[in-house]
């Protein structure tokens, strides 16, 4: 492609995430992709055609990210939108190749105890989102499943909710309709008659909150709380796959071996040679 025919990289983002990614990804995964690309990726770069981008055009790009986890997001947005213009002719060369790895090892999620899950429950008891805190306490579904769920998703012959999946089409799966959780729906269109999803909450207000009630967790702790609950109560490892929408059983087979280990540890406290 000729230098002046080229588009900016703002222009090919653009372009990458409607043809790549939009017909693939669940629309809470777009939205984050798109608040990534405009809080994250400098403006700069995106003015620049795409066939004049360098390796330390990018490698700078990175850097200018504060936190370890938007650094490394924006390093494979970067990398798989170039990598995609090179396969398609449109840069000449794959500069993205040239670019410094970034590495970052996310903080293992770590359950409430019994203790953090009574006391926490206690302290948002009297707010506006306490029926959703419970819900995530009693169903393990991510976040933007909880605010992205519809009453229209209740099937309540089946006795049946459907989950919407937050990170591909794959991820959608139902859990069961449990009195507790119908119960909790049912206040929820009392408070909300005219709405549309059950929890018409901001996802940010809810993690805000939850982070001044419990600075020393994060807000999927409580999916990480319920998996924990499921292991504790002798639930089959595969129904809880099911159940949180893990795409392998490996994930959840770690939270289930990391309880076995602490089961293990104080029940052996017991022993006496």
Not at 86 to 97: E, G, H, K, R, T
Request: charged residues 25%; positive net charge; proline residues 3%.
């Amino acid at each position: 492609m000729k230098r002046n025919n080229a588009p900016t990289f703002g222009k090919w983002l653009e372009i990458w995430i409607n043809t790549y990614k939009k017909p693939y990804l669940a629309e809470s995964s777009i939205k984050r992709l798109l608040v990534s690309v405009r809080n994250h990726v400098p403006q700069w770069l995106k003015d620049k055609r795409v066939n004049e981008i360098t390796a330390f055009d990018l490698d700078r790009a990175v850097a200018n990210c504060d936190l370890p986890r938007s650094r490394k997001y924006v390093y494979h947005i970067l990398h798989n939108s170039l990598y995609r213009a090179y396969c398609l002719d449109v840069i000449p060369a794959n500069v993205a190749s040239k670019m410094t790895l970034v590495r970052h090892r996310q903080k293992r999620g770590q359950s409430l105890t019994h203790e953090e899950q009574r006391k926490f429950l206690k302290a948002v008891e009297n707010t506006p989102y306490f029926n959703a805190f419970k819900f995530l306490l009693l169903t393990g579904v991510r976040r933007g499943e909880l605010t992205g769920l519809k009453f229209d998703d209740v099937q309540y012959l089946e006795r049946l909710i459907k989950i919407n999946g937050t990170k591909t089409e794959t991820s959608e799966r139902f859990i069961l309709l449990t009195d507790e959780l119908e119960g909790i729906i049912a206040e929820q269109r009392k408070r909300h008659p005219d709405e549309e999803f059950v929890f018409p909450y901001s996802a940010d207000a809810l993690t805000h909150l939850f982070k001044q009630v419990c600075p020393n967790h994060k807000l999927h702790d409580l999916r990480h709380t319920f998996i924990t609950r499921c292991a504790e109560s002798g639930i089959n490892i595969n129904v809880t796959q099911n159940l949180v929408g893990h795409k392998t059983l490996n994930t959840t087979l770690s939270i289930y071996t990391h309880i076995s280990i602490d089961f293990a540890r104080s029940e052996f406290e017991k022993f006496k040679a």
